[in-house]
């Protein structure tokens, strides 16, 4: 391992360098993230998963970046123009646009003008004009480079000044510079291109635009940047070029009494226009993308976490329900697991109308299955079947409530080759109603089925690097499968594939198994089957419960290889495994001496703590604590709303500018940042996050574009 690299990441995450050294050798060892975080809490003082992955990629980076400074020493070197100032110079670089800088001179490069001036023998007129002379005229100088080659006097100069020009671009430190000026005084400007067509007015406000490149927003980046792929927009950064110039002159221009004076002066500027500003444009403007994709990608993954911790709708049985106009509404009656019990389709809304037929389909398939909730999907044709579910729920006995589930990525689901596998009977829409109607019974299993970035939580997804964007995505999902645990009997191979250490093989496997003996019956069981080494099962064994089994330990997070400590533990206050989750035990443990027992066990006292919590909660979920679906039976109209009402909503979405927030309308609100908090705030995120239940207040009604913006804050308490 690198120490320079391990003290970097060691200042970089304010850790120390032993936590790296240890995150770094753990990995190397075959260990998952999900496992270090909840198992090696002890070795790498409780860091968590994002910071482990951290470590993880700025370690590969710098490693990528040494082994890049290494060649470009090495490539130098073999050219014999290696100094021990330039050496240490690229040692120094702290980013890989510093070290090509510096090898952009020694860089061998296609055919340039300077490339065929060089070629036609004017380099030594360059070296001859830079130190400025003042005896001779530059006539004199240059004819004595005319050959076959160059012809005039003339042509010998501007072969010259290419080469001179060239210099200019490749010096490292004048780069460095002008990078740093576009950045602190450039402004990215857009206009809308001659012949454009952008009938929806997507990019309206980027017609005329100009902002700061140190101060724009990263979702303003990718928009411009889109309004530039599809042929909207021209977008540029613009600076004053005569300050630049202006600095050049200074480093560059010794003596303004020579005659090589005004023709380096028209280097100078061609360096800029044609060399310099082109290409550093262009660096800042990847700069700036990846900035806009960093934020982009971490608010995504964020939004799709708290998609997937929604707390299951535990022991109801649900009536999914995707709406539609023509092809009529499918309905799907699920149990408490998920299993359908009947599928149905009916045709309450345009253009059928057949209400009254279908009020007695709905009414039936509540009595027949004591339907508890309706989950409606809230795609085309979803306010209207709102509308007409509203109707049936007055005139039904039975207490019924209803909720509008997002069905982003239901279509793909349902048309996927698992959906055909689990369904091969139905059509694609009716998998789509069993799909919504899950969605809200366990998200985290059936969200797991869908490519995440179809889960409709994102802004400008499709804007991103896909590898970046399905990397960190995958991360947020393992993660939070991890943080779940699955139940081994009943997981399927969809939410397997996320478990620390599983692999396709391991998991095929394990199904196999299932079908074969129908139940599994302990961890320990487990490691029968084909493919689960002792190491599969280290890393993967703690994240599987078995609900129950044969040990009540199986049922918890504690892992078996600290169940011998464990259960001298329980002896040793009196109980057994037996009385895991009773209130006797939960009691004894509560007035726990921790470091008696951390000595008495040998065991430290993160592990200790984590052992205590899984005996006193058993069954502990982390979705527990997260807020629960905001159930609805009545209907709500734009034209009810009044400026300045309070309502109840659900935040679907959190983007830079704010958050969009489901109160039960046909489209969701927004509340834009500003009004989400009185404190600063850089991101809607500090205040909200999706699946969050918010009371809110009407800031504005628009009811010819059926819009409706909100806000957390009472109008009265809003800035002026």
Avoid at 9 to 23: A, G, M, R, W, Y
Avoid at 206 to 232: C, F, M, T
Avoid at 399 to 419: D, M, P, Q, R, W
Avoid at 673 to 697: A, M, T
Wanted: hydrophobic fraction near 35%; glycine fraction near 4%; charge should be neutral.
């Amino acid at each position: 391992m690198n120490k320079d690299i391990i003290n970097e990441i060691s200042k970089n995450l304010n850790i120390t360098t032993k936590q790296v050294e240890t995150v770094l050798t753990l990995l190397q060892d075959g260990n998952t993230i999900p496992f270090i975080a909840r198992y090696r809490k002890e070795a790498t003082g409780s860091l968590n998963e994002e910071v482990i992955r951290s470590i993880n990629e700025v370690y590969e980076y710098q490693v990528n970046l040494f082994k890049r400074k290494e060649d470009v020493i090495r490539l130098i070197d073999e050219k014999g123009m290696l100094t021990e100032e330039l050496k240490n110079d690229i040692l120094k670089c702290q980013k890989l646009v510093e070290v090509e800088d510096l090898y952009r001179p020694y860089k061998e490069k296609k055919k340039t003008k300077a490339t065929e001036a060089i070629a036609k023998g004017l380099e030594p007129l360059a070296d001859f004009l830079e130190k400025f002379p003042t005896l001779g005229t530059l006539e004199m100088q240059a004819s004595k480079y005319i050959n076959d080659k160059v012809k005039t006097w003339e042509e010998a100069v501007q072969g010259t000044m290419d080469i001179i020009a060239e210099r200019i671009s490749d010096n490292a430190t004048y780069r460095k510079e002008i990078r740093k000026f576009m950045y602190r005084e450039g402004m990215i400007s857009s206009k809308k291109k001659k012949n454009a067509k952008d009938e929806m007015k997507v990019y309206e406000m980027y017609y005329d635009y100009s902002e700061k490149v140190n101060s724009i927003k990263p979702h303003r980046i990718l928009a411009l940047n889109r309004g530039e792929k599809e042929g909207v927009l021209s977008v540029s950064i613009d600076v004053n070029e005569e300050d630049i110039i202006s600095y050049l002159e200074r480093k560059i221009i010794k003596n303004k009494d020579s005659y090589a004076y005004e023709p380096i002066k028209g280097a100078i500027k061609d360096s800029l226009k044609r060399l310099i500003y082109p290409s550093v444009e262009r660096e800042i403007r990847s700069d700036l993308k990846e900035k806009g994709e960093e934020v982009a990608i971490a608010n995504f993954s964020q939004n799709v976490e708290k998609l997937l911790l929604t707390p299951p709708m535990k022991d109801k049985v649900v009536l999914g329900y995707d709406p539609a106009f023509r092809t009529g509404c499918k309905l799907a009656v699920l149990d408490p697991t998920g299993k359908p019990l009947e599928i149905a389709v009916i045709y309450p809304v345009e253009p059928h109308n057949k209400v009254e037929e279908s009020k007695k389909v709905i009414l039936s398939l509540i009595d027949k299955y004591k339907v508890d909730i309706i989950a409606i999907g809230n795609g085309t044709a979803s306010r209207e079947s709102e509308a007409f579910i509203v109707n049936c729920i007055k005139d039904c006995p039975r207490k019924v409530e209803y909720v509008i589930v997002s069905e982003a990525g239901a279509s793909v689901y349902s048309a996927s080759k698992l959906a055909i596998s689990e369904f091969p009977d139905l059509t694609v829409e009716k998998r789509s109603a069993i799909s919504i109607g899950r969605r809200l019974q366990d998200a985290l299993s059936e969200l797991v089925k869908i490519d995440p970035k179809s889960i409709g939580v994102g802004l400008y997804q499709h804007d991103v690097t896909p590898k970046k964007l399905d990397d960190s995505l995958n991360f947020v999902v393992e993660k939070t499968v991890n943080q779940v645990g699955v139940n081994i009997n009943t997981a399927s191979a969809s939410l397997l594939q996320y478990v620390s250490g599983l692999s396709k093989k391991v998991i095929d496997e394990i199904l196999k198994y299932r079908d074969k003996v129908g139940k599994i019956l302990s961890r320990k069981e487990i490691q029968k089957i084909k493919g689960v080494t002792p190491k599969v099962f280290e890393q993967a064994i703690g994240f599987m419960r078995i609900i129950d089994g044969e040990n009540p330990l199986d049922k918890t997070p504690i892992h078996p290889e600290n169940y011998d400590k464990t259960e001298k533990l329980l002896t040793e206050l009196g109980f057994t495994t037996n009385d895991i989750g009773s209130k006797e035990l939960n009691d004894a443990l509560a007035k726990l001496d921790y470091q008696n027992f951390e000595q008495e066990l040998a065991i430290d006292s993160y592990t200790l703590k984590d052992i205590v919590e899984a005996l006193m909660k058993p069954n502990r979920d982390p979705r527990d604590n997260m807020p629960k679906p905001l159930l609805r039976s009545d209907l709500l109209h734009l034209e009810d709303l009044h400026i300045g009402d309070k309502i109840q909503g659900t935040v679907r979405n959190v983007v830079d500018f704010g958050a969009f927030i489901d109160v039960g309308l046909h489209d969701d609100g927004l509340a834009h940042i500003s009004r989400l908090s009185k404190q600063y705030i850089r991101h809607p995120n500090e205040v909200v996050k999706v699946g969050d239940i918010v009371d809110c207040y009407v800031a504005d009604i628009n009811l010819e574009k059926k819009k409706l913006s909100l806000s957390l804050l009472p109008l009265n308490e809003l800035k002026q």
